[in-house]
């Protein structure tokens, strides 16, 4: 498939392990397997989640989506600006 | 790298737009569904462009009911059971304002269930969110209306014995204009089914099957959330516009998701004017108008007058 210049959207994760209760959701749901579930415990004795592999993340938002805790949320990383621009509508 | 540990987290969450980031962490437990219903609720008032100052929020009593204490827009956390009755008041009081039902199975099926039948048979304009985790969570247990036949709770130790209500059929029989239901997998379904109820005048319903972990999950041995989860995933089968008679659900069994009704009646407020304006006449002033309504209705009234003495 030819996308022009596009490039595949990148997202940065922001976890805040001290409310993550360790449930997995995030870890299991991710489409990409950006996530792991950390073997370290947080204050609550719960294995929050980190990042495997950064470069995955589509910024899709579905980890944000289906955490209980409003414990993960994920921002457009930066681009690097040689990519064609997206134009919705216009 | 592409990890930030974000000393901001809070503030910078989008949904510190929506929640009171102050009040976290909450208390539902490990893989409990509710707070993803309430991302979910978030990102829909997101998305309906709603002015947030024309939101209100009311829950009765109950883990799921603990919503309103969460979100950082106009809310109740009402009595066992009477959200509804307060959400109508506010709504009758005041009808610009869009109210919003978020509440559990136990408090709004069954203490409450009466306010549930009459609102959807009056189509008050109210959506209703129904976290429906087959059971009374935060008293320890017990069966809820919704408890599949056969399952356990503390108050069925044997199993239950009972036929349960299937909350959209109900919702349906009663003349509810809206109804769809989501598992709490289908998280931005459940986003997108809510953004419509709150644009939908009328009685609109969402319910969302969810997992309590801690009561629900453990009794019945069915494992964690992600056990949950995977249930859904397993057994959950999208059919928009299914008659609402064949979406019951039995113990582990398929859950039927998807948009089941969307009609136009005129609501309560509808009919209130209409039958008071036919049988009163002019004199009847049409409850529930904002002031600028009534004067660009005034005005048109006047220029139709002066048209028709051309
Ligand atoms: C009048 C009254 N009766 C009983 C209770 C006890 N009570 C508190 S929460 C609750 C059940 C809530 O169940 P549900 O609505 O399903 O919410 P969940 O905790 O499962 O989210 C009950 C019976 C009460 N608070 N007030
Ligand atoms: S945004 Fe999507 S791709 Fe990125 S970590 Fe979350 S679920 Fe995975
Ligand atoms: S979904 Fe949320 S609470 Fe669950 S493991 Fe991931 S960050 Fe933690
Ligand atoms: S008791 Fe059940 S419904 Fe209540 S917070 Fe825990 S898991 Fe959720
Ligand atoms: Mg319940």
Redesign the pocket.
């Given at each position: 498939m030819y996308f022009g210049k596009l490039k595949e959207a990148k997202g940065v994760v922001h976890i805040n392990e001290s409310w993550c209760k360790g449930c997995g959701f995030c870890v299991n749901y991710c489409p990409t397997k950006v996530l792991v579930l950390s073997k370290d415990y947080n204050a609550k004795g719960y294995h929050p989640p980190q990042v495997q592999d950064a470069e995955l993340c589509r910024d899709c938002k579905f980890c944000e989506l289906i955490c209980p805790e409003f414990a993960i949320y994920v921002s457009p990383a930066p681009s690097d600006g040689d990519e064609d621009k997206e134009t919705h509508g216009a | 790298m592409n990890v930030n540990a974000n000393a901001n987290f809070a503030q910078d969450n989008p949904m510190s737009q929506f929640l009171r980031m102050e009040r976290m962490p909450h208390?539902?437990?490990p893989?409990?569904?509710?707070g993803t219903v309430v991302t979910a609720f978030a990102e829909a008032v997101k998305k309906s462009g709603l002015d947030l100052d024309k939101i209100a929020i009311v829950s009765g009593i109950?883990?799921?009911g603990r919503t309103a204490g969460y979100v950082k827009l106009d809310s109740f956390h009402s009595t066992h059971g009477r959200a509804i009755p307060l959400a109508t008041g506010l709504k009758l009081a005041n009808p610009e304002m869009k109210v919003v039902v978020f509440s559990?199975d136990g408090d709004l099926t069954s203490i409450g269930g009466n306010h549930f039948i009459h609102a959807a048979r009056r189509n008050m304009d109210i959506t209703v969110v129904c976290v429906n985790?087959f059971?009374y969570?935060?008293t320890g247990?017990q069966m809820t209306p919704t408890t599949p036949h056969t399952a356990n709770a503390s108050t069925t130790p044997y199993g239950n014995y009972e036929y349960p209500f299937s909350l959209p059929f109900l919702a349906d029989a009663c003349g509810a204009t809206y109804i769809a239901r989501w598992t709490s997998l289908h998280a931005r379904q459940i986003s997108g089914s809510i953004k419509e109820a709150l644009n939908h005048k009328g009685f609109s319903f969402v319910e969302v099957i969810a997992?309590?972990?801690?009561?629900?999950?453990r009794r019945n041995r069915l494992g964690d959330g992600l056990d949950a989860l995977e249930y859904y995933q397993n057994d959950a089968e999208i059919a928009h516009g299914l008659d609402t008679r064949q979406v019951d659900i039995d113990y582990q069994g398929k859950i039927k998701v998807g948009k089941f009704v969307e009609k136009q009646k005129p609501t309560y407020l509808d009919n209130v004017n209409q039958h008071y304006a036919q049988v009163i006449g002019d004199e009847y002033e049409l409850y529930g108008k904002t002031t600028p309504e009534k004067e660009a209705e005034a005005k048109a009234k006047a220029e139709s007058a002066a048209k028709g003495a051309v």
């Open positions: - | 208390i539902w437990c893989g409990c569904g509710i109950g883990c799921t559990g985790n059971t969570g935060m247990g997992p309590c972990t801690t009561l629900y999950q």
